[in-house]
């Protein structure tokens, strides 16, 4: 691959970890339990202002060093349509109709031949020849809380370690400072991206439905008391704040004044603009869906633009113990419009090349049909879409089985398997950023950005 080689540390050291970073925090929703999208102004300066940083003020103080400077043609952001509770692979992307697993789906051709997606996704088959499909996605983990972290992170949960999910890592290897925050979870689930071992700056700016504006970035008052308390807190609070503290304080550890400075940054921004999908015309809006999620994703693709490096847009309803067909078909009602609206999108807008779309969830469905006619929770062989960024076009990898295949292997009949910690070494090294690169975490520990193996064959050349 013709990419920039990444600056690495010289042989035998190792990074180390942002200044900022927090002690290990048990895996749970961070969400606010006063309601799922309610914020305060201490949460923008912690979350916001965090996620403003990524890097750009606590990556240089880590590594002594600037940004580097990123090459146009080179794939720079990632857009995670999160299907929560797991799709089935039988009803989306990897159908097997007529068969006795097939279940009532049907299939429908998509724009790569002899390939045919579920009949519930008639847009997006359209698409295919924008992506690379793999069907033969293995994972360790059955239970969604624990599979939702492998998904993100690519590790699986570790009792004295939270390990960054996949826009965090983007984020720490590419340092960039923005008015926006980098790293974006839209209509967020119950685990939305962390920063981890990284740090709290690098844990998702979370929003809801961009039907409503961004909450917490509008003075509540008038500009000249806005003015007063502004002057008052930069010289006042924050020196009373430092003041019979380490004198290295907000260098090595809160990034304090700093974080509240770049959330005064971004209540002034106007690149808040791209959160304003309303502003599109209505044709396009419709094109995406009148849906949180549609609104979600023509917001993901207005915030690449705008600089956006991560962003998550999540999708609910997918967790189909009963009545497993009904469900599965609801949830791609939204899906499908979105997908291929994104897809086409970014292609018009010559973004497709720098931005990769992954669309799945944590797991699969099982192909046997339960009593209650759903399907269970299978993590040994499901489908996640790759499109766009460094991957490959019209690519099929893999296969599942069109039967249950007997014997004590439930992966047994998936050809050319792909763990989970395989795709994210190769999504890491398709952004020319280097999967075995070590960066010792805040308990000591010496951890690889990704333990897997780089798939070449799904990457362009």
């Given amino acids: 691959m013709n990419r920039d080689p990444e600056p690495q540390a010289a042989a035998g050291t190792r990074e180390p970890l ?239 004044a700093t974080a509240t400075k770049a959330a005064m940054r971004l209540m002034s921004s106007e690149q808040l603009a791209a959160f304003h999908v309303a502003d599109e015309p209505r044709a396009e809006r419709e094109a995406f869906g009148d849906t949180a999620f549609g609104r979600g994703c023509l917001a993901a693709a207005r915030l690449v633009e705008a600089g956006v490096r991560c962003v998550e847009v999540t999708l609910g309803g997918w967790d189909s113990h009963v009545s497993n067909h009904s469900l599965q078909s609801a949830a791609c009602e939204p899906l499908d419009p979105a997908l291929a609206s994104l897809l086409r999108r970014l292609a018009d807008r010559d973004l497709l090349d720098t931005t990769l779309v992954v669309c799945g969830g944590e797991f699969g469905r099982t192909p046997r049909i339960n009593v209650a006619e759903g399907r269970d929770h299978w993590p040994h062989g499901f489908s996640t879409l790759l499109a766009g960024g460094p991957f490959r076009r019209g690519h099929v990898h893999g296969a599942t089985a069109s039967e249950v295949v007997p014997g004590d292997d439930p992966s047994r009949g998936v050809s050319e398997p792909v763990t989970v910690a395989d795709l994210h070494a190769t999504i890491l090294a398709g952004f020319g950023i280097d999967p075995s690169h070590e960066i010792e975490t805040p308990i000591g520990r010496p951890m690889k950005r990704s333990e897997g193996n780089v798939i070449r064959s799904l990457l362009r050349t």
């Fill in 18 to 256: 942002a200044a900022d970073s927090p002690h290990p925090r048990p895996v749970h929703s961070d969400l606010d339990p006063a309601g799922p999208f309610r914020s305060s102004r201490r949460r923008l300066l912690g979350g916001a202002a965090g996620s403003l940083l990524l890097a750009g003020i606590a990556e240089k103080l880590a590594r002594g060093g600037t940004a580097v400077r990123e090459d146009p043609g080179r794939p720079r952001s990632v857009i995670l349509l999160w299907l929560e509770g797991g799709n089935s692979q039988l009803e989306t992307f990897d159908p097997h109709p007529g068969t006795k697993i097939g279940g009532e789906v049907k299939g429908i051709a998509t724009s790569v031949g002899g390939v045919e997606f579920s009949d519930t996704l008639p847009q997006a088959a359209e698409q295919l020849h924008r992506a690379t499909l793999v069907r033969s996605m293995i994972g360790d983990e059955g239970d969604h809380e624990r599979a939702v972290y492998q998904i993100k992170s690519g590790f699986r949960p570790a009792p004295a370690l939270v390990h960054p999910s996949i826009g965090a890592v983007l984020c720490h290897a590419d340092p960039e400072v923005s008015d926006l925050p980098r790293h974006i979870s839209i209509v967020p689930g119950g685990h939305p991206a962390r920063g981890g071992y990284l740090g709290q700056t690098f844990d998702a700016f979370k929003v809801g439905d961009p039907a409503s504006p961004v909450p917490d970035v509008k003075s509540r008052v008038d500009d000249e008391r806005y003015r007063r308390r502004v002057g008052d807190l930069l010289r006042v609070v924050e020196p009373g704040f430092a003041r019979g503290r380490i004198a290295d304080l907000e260098r090595t550890r809160t990034l304090h």
